[in-house]
């Protein structure tokens, strides 16, 4: 499913025109942002849980070329879907 696919499905749900839930489809997502940057967790119910992974630094040594570099920590999003939202996609896939 491609976003304009989302955004057009998304709008035929909320029966609003494209602009808007557009607009409001941005928005959630930049809340959404906003929020797992501060180090929340986000719940939405139904679908899942959107939270943060820290990966600590490390020293990676290239044996070859006698180096060493510095990786620095890196923070991911992990996407936790719900159960109910499994098995919605399980009956459409039947």
Known sequence: MTTEDFVTELSKQLSLDLPKTSEILTAAVNVIKEK???GACITVESFGIFDTEKKPEYILVKQDEQQQ??????ITVVFKPDSAFIEKIKEKEV
């Open 36 to 38: 797992l940057s501060e």
């Open 69 to 74: 570099f510095l990786v620095p920590p890196k």
